[in-house]
Every structure is written in structure tokens, then in C-alpha cells.
């Protein structure tokens, strides 16, 4: 009886962990966001995987998502971003703005 009491007790003392962050991926290719406009979940954090597949490094920014962040040639980053109440948020790739540029959609 007094393990199980035991038992019970120590279970009840664990951490609850929350669900895990929702990741979605942006490829950057020949200075373009794919995809362009990405739907993710409101008032939510999200993980962005961000892969640079051109061989310069550019950098991912948004003022709206508070993030800035370079990624050298051929490589990865990941970056944390949210939550975010219902609407669009923009970020660009800062060395090549004219053609990397997209947003995020919060709904």
C-alpha cells in the first residue's frame, strides 16, 4: 500500500509537458521562399526549419516576426517564432529582398 501511495505521489509531482511546437519547413532556392505563403496555427509558437539551398547565405528576417537571423550557403537554421494572433506576417531574405520575400499566415 505505502508503494503504491508512493507511486501515485511521484506521478502526481512529474511535470505535465505541453504539446510540441509545430515545425514547418521554408526552402530558399535561387533567391526564392518556397513556399511563399505558409499557413500556421494562431497564437501558437512554431518552429521554422529554413533551408538554404543557394550556395551565397542570406538572411531571414522579419520585423513582424522578430527574428533576424543569417544562414550560410548550402545549410540550415531553425528559428522560433510566435505566437501570433490571426493574420499576415511578411519576412524577406535581406541580400536578396527583391526576390526572397514571403509571409506567414496565422489562422
Same mark, same amino acid.
Given at each position: 500500500?505505502?508503494?503504491?501511495l508512493f507511486a501515485v505521489l511521484v506521478s502526481?509531482? !512529474?511535470?505535465?509537458?505541453?504539446?510540441?511546437? $509545430? &515545425?514547418?519547413?521554408i526552402t530558399l532556392e535561387n533567391h526564392s521562399f518556397?513556399?511563399?505563403?505558409?499557413?500556421?496555427?494562431?497564437?501558437?509558437?512554431?518552429?521554422l !526549419?529554413?533551408?538554404?539551398?543557394?550556395?551565397? $547565405? &542570406?538572411?531571414?528576417?522579419?520585423?513582424e516576426l522578430g527574428v533576424e537571423k543569417i544562414i550560410p550557403g548550402n545549410s540550415d537554421a531553425t528559428v522560433l517564432v510566435g505566437p501570433f494572433a490571426?493574420?499576415?506576417?511578411?519576412?524577406?531574405?535581406?541580400?536578396?529582398?527583391?526576390s526572397a520575400n514571403g509571409r506567414l499566415i496565422a489562422e
Amino acid at each position: 500500500m505505502k508503494q503504491m501511495l508512493f507511486a501515485v505521489l511521484v506521478s502526481a509531482a !512529474l511535470p505535465v509537458f505541453a504539446a510540441e511546437v $509545430p &515545425e514547418f519547413t521554408i526552402t530558399l532556392e535561387n533567391h526564392s521562399f518556397s513556399p511563399a505563403e505558409l499557413h500556421i496555427p494562431a497564437n501558437q509558437q512554431v518552429k521554422l !526549419l529554413i533551408q538554404n539551398r543557394d550556395i551565397t $547565405p &542570406e538572411e531571414f528576417e522579419g520585423d513582424e516576426l522578430g527574428v533576424e537571423k543569417i544562414i550560410p550557403g548550402n545549410s540550415d537554421a531553425t528559428v522560433l517564432v510566435g505566437p501570433f494572433a490571426p493574420g499576415e506576417y511578411g519576412f524577406i531574405g535581406e541580400f536578396h529582398a527583391e526576390s526572397a520575400n514571403g509571409r506567414l499566415i496565422a489562422e
